[in-house]
């Protein structure tokens, strides 16, 4: 039987299906399975030929094996990766013979989030039918966690799903991609107010005990495990792929906010892939850059980039390393995390830092070096790249030019037609929406604006939602 114990220490250790259906832990921590699977290096070599879906299966069914039987992890894998508009799912696309970029936003809302929560939707449809039971979706989103989450849960019988977004503050595609949806399980908020507003109101929802039990409030947002293993398998077939060519191990560049989508990396690799750096790459929100260069985590205000979903100075997931570096002690780490969210920074001593820099670099991309990074692709390679994988490629490139027999793997976050303007400003024309899409722009929207209020949000969730 594989556990999943908290990061803090202090919460009772789950199986997988309430640790997916949970979420975060009750002491406030991350789940992290108790002892990571390993897969024999002959086995990842095997992979090489092997098809997303059959490694997905391979690499996930030890995680799952007591809550998601063999065979219906199959199917589930199926139907979640159904809408992909490619049965390569992750496809590597050649652009030197040491760089890589690795497309992970061939899902239905076009960033790599579908790739983990089409999976979520699936795991939480099994389970919730298992159990008969049901749950409410709540999240804020600035961008592309909401369409994602909506895109995985609509029409589902047992969840009704609830995002709250800034009104007029999300860009037009973002918005639509969310407001046209129309099963009556979908209920999308406009808050008139700001992000922080969205997510204050998200969190006093979830803090008030009686209406997260009568609701069955649940999340989705990307601290939850299940997204996080869905994520490790593009790791392992783009490794495997890659050492079947060049003999050699991999490094992967992934353009990070959250740090959830670099963690997968790092258990990945954990669970027996070879790889020689995880390059994390920030943009002006550098604190991660700073961590890395300094050793001190230090938070400052968050400023708007060309590269928002990356916008973010405090990233949740990193809890999960450093439970890793502090040995796996809980304590130390709910002393870290208290402290930080309080008082302020922290900082590592050496020998852990030292440990680190072994497995991670990162590197810093500007929202000049963005836009050129965007030209410079598309002139050179015919290449059209959206503004998170430029801050990626940029980082990439940096390494190679000191490390030059690395072979790296950028991870393209999002589709280029998900940023037009930003993409436009660099190469002079929009890029087209793919085909699915197409009809996006006039397309019926179904939302409600909603003051930054929390007693009037609950009433409506209370109102629209199925018990
Ligand atoms: C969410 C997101 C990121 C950041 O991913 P994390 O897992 O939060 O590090 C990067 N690029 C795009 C396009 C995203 O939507």
Wanted: hydrophobic share 40%; proline share 5%; charged share 25%.
């Amino acid at each position: 039987m594989l556990r999943y114990i908290s990061t803090r220490g202090a919460a009772q250790s789950l199986g997988f299906a309430d640790t997916a259906l949970a979420g975060l832990a009750s002491d406030g921590g991350l789940y992290v399975p108790e002892a990571c699977p390993q897969l024999p290096a002959s086995e990842i070599d095997n992979m090489a030929n092997q098809q997303y879906l059959e490694i997905a299966w391979r690499v996930i069914l030890p995680f799952v094996s007591d809550d998601i039987p063999s065979e219906d992890l199959v199917k589930l894998l199926r139907r979640a990766y159904k809408g992909f508009e490619t049965p390569e799912i992750a496809p590597l696309h050649r652009l030197e013979d040491n760089l890589y970029v690795q497309e992970l936003f061939h899902g239905p809302t076009l960033a790599f989030k579908d790739v983990a929560l089409q999976f979520l939707g699936q795991v939480f449809d099994l389970l919730l039918e298992k159990r008969k039971s049901r749950v409410t979706i709540v999240g804020a989103t600035s961008g592309d966690t909401g369409s994602a989450a909506i895109e995985a849960f609509r029409g589902k019988d047992n969840a009704d799903i609830f995002i709250l977004h800034p009104k007029g503050r999300v860009s037009e595609v973002q918005r639509r991609q969310m407001t046209t949806v129309i099963e009556p399980n979908v209920f999308n908020i406009a808050i008139e107010g700001s992000f922080d507003d969205c997510q204050d109101i998200v969190k006093a929802m979830f803090n008030d005990a009686r209406f997260r039990e009568e609701m069955r409030l649940s999340a989705v947002n990307s601290i939850n495990w299940a997204r996080i293993l869905a994520q490790v398998v593009y790791y392992i077939y783009a490794g495997a792929r890659i050492r079947d060519k060049t003999g050699g191990p991999v490094s992967f560049c992934v353009p990070t906010g959250n740090f959830g989508n670099v963690y997968a990396g790092y258990v990945a690799k954990s669970m027996g892939l070879e790889v020689e750096k995880l390059l994390v790459a920030s943009n002006r929100n550098d604190i991660l850059h700073r961590f890395f260069t300094t050793g001190r985590m230090q938070a400052m205000a968050v400023e708007p980039s060309l590269s928002p979903s990356m916008d973010i100075q405090i990233s949740s997931n990193f809890e999960r390393l450093l439970f890793d570096l502090y040995g796996r002690d809980g304590g130390m780490v709910a002393k870290t995390m208290k402290h930080f969210r309080s008082a302020g920074p922290f900082e590592l001593e050496e020998p852990v830092m030292k440990q680190l820099r072994e497995i991670f670099a990162s590197g810093r991309v500007d929202d000049a070096r963005t836009g050129e990074i965007i030209a410079h692709t598309y002139k050179k390679y015919d290449y059209l790249v959206d503004p998170h994988t430029a801050v990626g490629l940029g980082v990439a490139q940096d390494y190679l030019a000191q490390n030059p027999e690395a072979t790296v793997v950028s991870l393209a976050t999002a589709h280029p037609a998900k940023f037009p303007a930003a993409v436009e400003k660099s190469v002079g024309h929009a890029p087209e929406l793919p085909a699915h899409l197409a009809d996006l722009m006039t397309q019926q929207e179904k939302y409600t604006v909603l003051p930054a209020d929390l007693a009037k949000v609950q009433d409506f969730v209370r109102q629209g939602a199925r018990k």
